[in-house]
């Protein structure tokens, strides 16, 4: 049975950094591309960043390039987003997602649809 748990979302004022981490199990996060997307009140889920399960390669929304950077740790299989120079435009829940073997050569993927696995996500606030 595939989870994932994310932690550590927060209230920050901008300008803060914070990091959010995703544990997983049902599944190696080595061996899954690994995502983060996020969804402010009203408006749609949107991709933050992505990792692929085999070199570990990195992409990122465009928004968010250059402030935030994903990882992975295979020991604690878990999946971290780290958030530097938050805005207030950053505010949202945060969700960590695995990405559908079917995709897994398709290099960094950004499209939602393309997850299969979900976790419940965790609020991040970031007041100015």
């Known amino acids: 049975q595939v989870q994932l748990v994310e932690s550590g979302g927060g209230l920050v004022q901008a300008g803060d950094s914070l990091r959010v981490s995703c544990a997983a199990s049902?599944?190696?996060?080595?061996?899954?591309?690994m995502g983060w997307f996020r969804q402010a009140p009203g408006k749609e889920r949107e991709f933050v960043a992505a990792i692929t399960w085999s070199a570990g390669n990195t992409c990122y929304a465009d928004s968010v390039k250059g402030r935030f950077t994903i990882s992975r740790d295979s020991a604690k299989n878990s999946v971290y987003l780290q958030m530097n120079a938050l805005k207030p435009e950053d505010t949202a829940v945060y969700y960590c997602?695995?990405?559908?073997?079917?995709?897994?050569?398709?290099?960094?993927?950004?499209?939602?649809?393309?997850?299969?696995?979900w976790g419940q996500g965790t609020q991040v606030t970031v007041s100015s």
């Open positions: 049902g599944g190696s996060v080595m061996s899954y591309g």
């Open positions: 997602a695995r990405l559908s073997v079917y995709y897994r050569g398709d290099g960094c993927d950004g499209r939602p649809n393309h997850y299969n696995y």
